[in-house]
Structures are given as C-alpha cells and as structure tokens.
C-alpha cells in the first residue's frame, strides 16, 4: 500500500509544479516549440514589429518564454530588448484578436494584422476586424480590457 501512495505522490509531482496558468491565457500554437513552450505570436519577432512596423519571423535559437509561451527574435540584440522590457512589446489581450476580445470571444490574432495605439501593440484575426476597430479605437480597447478581465482565464473552446 505504502509503495502504491509513493507511486501516485511521485506521479502526480509534475502537475502540482507545472505553472498555475488557466487555459488559453495566451495565444500559442499546438506543441512545443524549441524554447520548451508553447510558440506565441506565430514566431513574429516582436521587437521588429513594433519598432519598424515589420512582422518578420524570429528564430528559435533567439527565444524567450514569458508566461508559459515562446517568442522568437531575429537576432541577439532583439531578445535582449525584448527580456529587459517585455510589456512594452507583448501583444494586448494574450495575443488575441483585440477586436473578437472586444466581443467576448478569443480568435487567433495575426501579427501580420496589427495596430500600433497609446504604445501598444494589438492583433487582428484578419483586416475585416482590425478596421472594426479602427472605428473606434479608444472605445473598443476600454470593451476588449474589460472584457479580457472576464475571459481572460476561460478556455476558447468554452466561450
């Protein structure tokens, strides 16, 4: 009995130290990309993006995970800006499409379709949804925080 209980303690050790993170906090692809998680952002370094407006794909032997998923940079120094200062470059609402958090639901957020607003970066499922947005930027990004606050921890699958 005592060796079946050591078996099922030792078996269960992985869960009760995995990251307390609730699903889909942060939009990533299915598996695990080289830096051990989840890749985020489709690979787009995000440095690049948001200083010269310019999604192009990272590398992984640049990454940095944050909050359980893997970001890709182009170089060396881009990782380095990125981890002295990830707030400034990590997309709003998980990554998700701002505009489908706006409306409750979390689509995947395209960083070929981005808003740069107030110094913050923003993803759109697709153009369609980004000029929704752009009607109204001010109004939709208070909608979608308020929003993200309440979906934030909920599955996609659940909303």
């Known amino acids: ?70 970001y890709y940079f182009t170089s060396e120094e881009n990782l380095k800006e990125f981890q002295a200062e990830p707030a400034r470059y990590l997309p709003q609402h998980g990554g998700f499409c701002s505009y489908g958090v706006a409306v409750g639901k979390k689509f995947d957020g395209d960083p070929d379709k981005y808003v740069l607003a107030d110094g913050k970066l923003f993803l759109f499922l697709n153009a369609a949804t980004r000029d929704k947005f752009l009607e109204d930027v001010a109004g939709t990004t208070a909608t979608a925080d308020g929003n993200w606050a309440k979906i934030k921890h909920v599955a996609v699958g659940d909303l």
Not at 6 to 21: D, E, H
Not at 24 to 48: K, Q, Y
């Open 1 to 70: 009995m005592k060796t079946f209980a050591l078996t099922a303690l030792i078996a269960a050790l992985p869960m009760l130290a995995a990251p307390a993170f609730a699903a889909d906090e942060v939009n990533v692809s299915n598996g695990i990309s080289a830096g051990g998680a989840p890749l985020a952002a489709h690979g787009v370094d995000l440095v690049t993006l948001v200083r010269d407006g310019n999604p192009v794909e990272g590398f992984a032997n640049y990454s940095a995970t944050i909050d359980g998923a893997s």
